[in-house]
């Protein structure tokens, strides 16, 4: 396991380079993201461990972060003061673009994989936002009239893209339909619902799953099932929804944080396999149980009646010492190394297959 410590400012975001395996960014806060300034990272894996290649400070808090799928060197971040910034890493200093419509902080942004010629942002105030990295002004503005914590495109398509909000919905959004009135949202799914299998099959058992409706804060699309889509949150769980089957609840979900859970991302190796990280102080490794075999009829293994369609958890890192915020998969190399980084001012590089269990 490789180390680097963020003086000074917590991490709230890292994402390795889509274009060189060594190479990770990681966008911080100092003061925990409550005041004060942000810091951008730009940071080499070596034979002598993790060196600073770069970094970048910016006014306000950063949240989070994204690469461009087309240049190598650049890079949007989401700023607490509403502003998304795009910096090039061969200069110094300053961005060489900034924007500035969001009226909250912009918790959010992701690059479009397939056209790879737009990003989308998500904020406090209740948007979503597409735009171009050569255009000043948004392309596209989509309300959700919630706090917006996470939104991302299709990476199977150029023109869906999704968001989770504190209403506790899904939200998936087609570009090609008309924008009439409803902006075009095609889609709206409510997350606390319980699996309609479960309501079936067993039908004297209170449906633990179908809980309060509490914040979604994070959620990411499988990289091999153009239909699957992964949320989590405030309520602790990791839920996976097939977008064709919007109404049947919940194809699989997997309890075992402590604590609200940060981030999720879908291995880009393994149709089944996701990492998560939590207010638990931990990362934790999934299976969602649809290379094994399982269907619906895994309701409540084992002593946890929450569980649903035979995922289950393979492994845990546990060696942060604070909030655990961000967590993101290496693309290159041996399947299974990633990076993380949380409160405890450390991005720690490490093996998911060191902690899988058999």
Same mark, same amino acid.
């Given at each position: 396991?490789?180390?680097?410590?963020?003086?000074?400012?917590?991490?709230?975001?890292?994402?390795?380079?889509?274009?060189?395996?060594?190479?990770?960014?990681?966008?911080?806060?100092?003061?925990?993201?409550?005041?004060?300034?942000?810091?951008?990272?730009?940071?080499?894996?070596?034979?002598?461990?993790?060196?600073?290649?770069? @970094?970048?400070?910016?006014?306000?808090?950063?949240?989070?972060?994204?690469?461009?799928?087309? #240049?190598?060197?650049?890079?949007?971040?989401?700023?607490?003061?509403?502003?998304?910034?795009?910096?090039?890493?061969?200069?110094?200093?300053?961005?060489?673009?900034?924007?500035?419509?969001?009226?909250?902080?912009?918790?959010?942004?992701? @690059?479009?994989?397939?056209?790879?010629?737009?990003?989308?942002?998500?904020?406090?105030?209740?948007?979503?936002?597409?735009?171009?990295?050569?255009?000043?002004?948004?392309?596209?503005?989509?309300?959700?009239?919630?706090?917006?914590?996470?939104?991302?495109?299709?990476?199977?398509?150029?023109?869906?893209?999704?968001?989770?909000?504190?209403?506790?919905?899904?939200?998936?959004? &087609?570009?090609?339909?008309?924008?009439?009135?409803?902006? #075009?949202?095609?889609?709206?799914?409510?997350?606390?619902?319980?699996?309609?299998?479960?309501?079936?099959?067993?039908?004297?058992?209170?449906?633990?799953?179908?809980?309060?409706?509490?914040?979604?804060?994070?959620?990411?699309?499988?990289?091999?099932?153009?239909?699957?889509?992964?949320?989590?949150?405030? &309520?602790?769980?990791?839920?996976?929804?097939?977008?064709?089957?919007?109404?049947?609840?919940?194809?699989?979900?997997?309890?075992?944080? &402590?604590?609200?859970?940060?981030?999720?991302?879908?291995?880009?190796?393994?149709? &089944?396999?996701?990492?998560?990280?939590?207010?638990?102080?931990?990362?934790?490794?999934?299976?969602?149980?649809?290379?094994?075999?399982?269907?619906?009829?895994?309701?409540?293994?084992?002593?946890?009646?929450?569980?649903?369609?035979?995922?289950?958890?393979?492994?845990?890192?546990?060696? #942060?010492?604070?909030?655990?915020?961000?967590?993101?998969?290496?693309?290159?190399?041996?399947?299974?190394?990633?990076?993380?980084?949380?409160?405890?001012?450390?991005?720690?590089?490490?093996?998911?297959?060191?902690?899988?269990?058999?």
């Amino acid at each position: 396991m490789l180390e680097y410590r963020t003086q000074g400012f917590n991490g709230y975001a890292v994402k390795y380079s889509p274009f060189f395996d060594s190479r990770i960014a990681v966008a911080s806060s100092a003061n925990f993201g409550l005041v004060g300034n942000g810091r951008l990272f730009i940071l080499g894996l070596t034979p002598k461990g993790i060196v600073a290649e770069k @970094w970048f400070d910016t006014q306000d808090s950063l949240y989070d972060l994204s690469w461009s799928e087309v #240049h190598e060197n650049q890079l949007v971040v989401a700023a607490g003061d509403g502003s998304i910034k795009l910096f090039d890493i061969a200069l110094d200093e300053f961005p060489i673009q900034s924007w500035q419509e969001h009226k909250r902080e912009v918790f959010a942004v992701h @690059w479009n994989l397939v056209a790879k010629d737009t990003f989308c942002s998500s904020s406090w105030d209740g948007t979503i936002k597409v735009w171009s990295p050569h255009r000043t002004d948004s392309l596209l503005t989509l309300p959700t009239h919630s706090c917006t914590y996470s939104a991302s495109f299709s990476p199977h398509s150029p023109s869906i893209l999704s968001s989770v909000s504190s209403d506790s919905q899904l939200r998936i959004y &087609d570009l090609r339909t008309p924008s009439s009135a409803s902006n #075009h949202l095609t889609l709206s799914i409510p997350l606390h619902t319980p699996p309609q299998q479960q309501q079936q099959t067993r039908p004297g058992l209170l449906p633990q799953s179908g809980i309060a409706p509490s914040e979604a804060l994070t959620h990411d699309w499988n990289k091999y099932r153009d239909t699957i889509v992964a949320t989590a949150g405030v &309520d602790r769980l990791i839920r996976t929804f097939d977008i064709r089957a919007p109404n049947q609840g919940p194809v699989a979900i997997l309890p075992g944080h &402590d604590y609200a859970i940060r981030r999720i991302t879908w291995s880009p190796h393994l149709p &089944d396999v996701l990492l998560s990280a939590s207010y638990d102080m931990t990362c934790r490794v999934w299976t969602d149980g649809s290379a094994m075999g399982h269907g619906t009829e895994g309701v409540g293994q084992g002593s946890d009646q929450l569980a649903f369609g035979g995922g289950k958890e393979m492994g845990r890192m546990a060696r #942060h010492t604070e909030f655990v915020i961000g967590v993101d998969w290496c693309l290159f190399g041996a399947e299974g190394w990633c990076a993380s980084c949380g409160w405890d001012e450390r991005l720690l590089v490490w093996d998911v297959r060191a902690i899988m269990g058999p």
